[in-house]
């Protein structure tokens, strides 16, 4: 019975986590081939391969990236930008979505400063990221503060908090590193992801 359970557990250690990932990649290229896939599939039938469709997406968003630096088309596109950002509740939904995907791939990335939190009235840190060093331009009274993202243990989800900074610890650490930290529950081995040592 032992033997059962143990191999049992070294199965479940290895083999769920590659099921799960090739699961996860699998549906992520199912639902990005099939954007623009659904539409150009009808045209070439049996001549279809899987792929094709994220391919024309790429090549889509590389030619409107294109466009947007050309003259009449680059007018129309920010007038289209100024139209979505005037109309109610569009614009809410539509500049949060603007904004956020410009945080992972803008020049102004969010992101990439991991930082350690100080917890008041106790010696208690947290790992979070800072999303934004100019909270003093649309909140006067905190213009010593930073806004700092502080994802949640085994979600996507997360909290923002607005912090002093001299609160704020700015750590030598990957951001892909520090969100696999957090998000396993410190379970990654903080030796290599580079937490400081206590």
Not at 185 to 195: C, N, P, R, V
């Amino acid at each position: 019975m032992r033997f059962f359970v143990k191999n049992f557990i070294n199965g479940v250690i290895t083999i769920v986590p590659i099921i799960l990932a090739v699961y996860v990649c699998y549906k992520v290229f199912t639902f990005l081939d099939g954007l623009l896939g659904n539409y150009v599939r009808p045209y070439l039938q049996d001549d279809y391969i899987p792929g094709i469709g994220i391919l024309c997406t790429i090549v889509l968003i590389t030619v409107c990236g294109w466009l947007s630096t050309q003259y009449i088309s680059g007018r129309i596109i920010r007038l289209l930008d100024r139209l979505l950002e005037s109309l109610p509740f569009i614009k809410t939904v539509y500049s949060v979505i603007k904004d956020t995907v410009s945080s992972f791939v803008g020049e102004k990335r969010s992101f990439s400063k991991v930082v350690l939190v100080t917890l008041p009235n106790t010696e208690l840190k947290c790992i979070g990221f800072i999303t934004s060093e100019e909270v003093e331009n649309w909140l006067n009274p905190l213009q010593d503060h930073v806004a700092v993202y502080v994802p949640q243990t085994f979600q996507v989800a997360g909290i923002t908090f607005l912090v002093p900074k001299e609160q704020v610890e700015v750590i030598d650490m990957k951001p892909e590193e520090a969100m696999k930290f957090v998000l396993s529950g410190g379970m990654a081995s903080s030796k290599k992801k580079g937490l400081p040592e206590t």
